[in-house]
């Protein structure tokens, strides 16, 4: 299962490295999303990957059991959810205004905000 989720999170990795270098902002938005869950699935697939026994201490116990689930990569999914989904929203908010604003959604043709290039000095006396 380890091996499965491996290859998914290099599959994920590259989808999104191959998304945020196009000039498109649309892309590089998607792009963002799938980045947010390649490391998801990377915390997960760090944290043991069982069914056998959750991680949970049963009331005549005291410790977790070594063969359960570690429940701190679960933690961390929880909260790198709610944040990478924030970051989305704030993201697709800026691309929207960004394109509303500009009437182009290539970033090369963003260059309203740029000083205007003036030409250089000479260089010799």
């Known amino acids: 299962m380890e091996a499965v989720f491996s290859v998914l999170v290099g599959v994920f990795f590259s989808v999104a490295i191959y998304l945020m270098l196009s000039r498109h902002s649309v892309r590089v938005l998607l792009g963002v999303a799938i980045l947010g869950n390649a490391v998801n699935l990377l915390l997960f697939a760090a944290g043991r990957l069982t069914r056998a026994v959750p991680p949970i201490i049963s009331a005549n116990e005291d410790v977790l059991a070594p063969s359960a689930a570690n429940p701190l990569p679960q933690a961390l999914i929880l909260t790198a959810i709610v944040i990478s989904f924030c970051?989305?929203?704030?993201?697709?908010?800026?691309?929207?205004?960004?394109?509303?604003?500009?009437?182009?959604?290539?970033?090369?043709?963003?260059?309203?905000?740029e000083p205007q290039r003036e030409p250089l000095p000479p260089l010799g006396y």
């Not at 205004?97 to 290539?106: N, V």
């Open 87 to 113: 970051f989305f929203c704030f993201l697709l908010v800026l691309v929207w205004r960004a394109f509303r604003e500009l009437k182009t959604d290539d970033t090369n043709e963003m260059r309203a905000a």
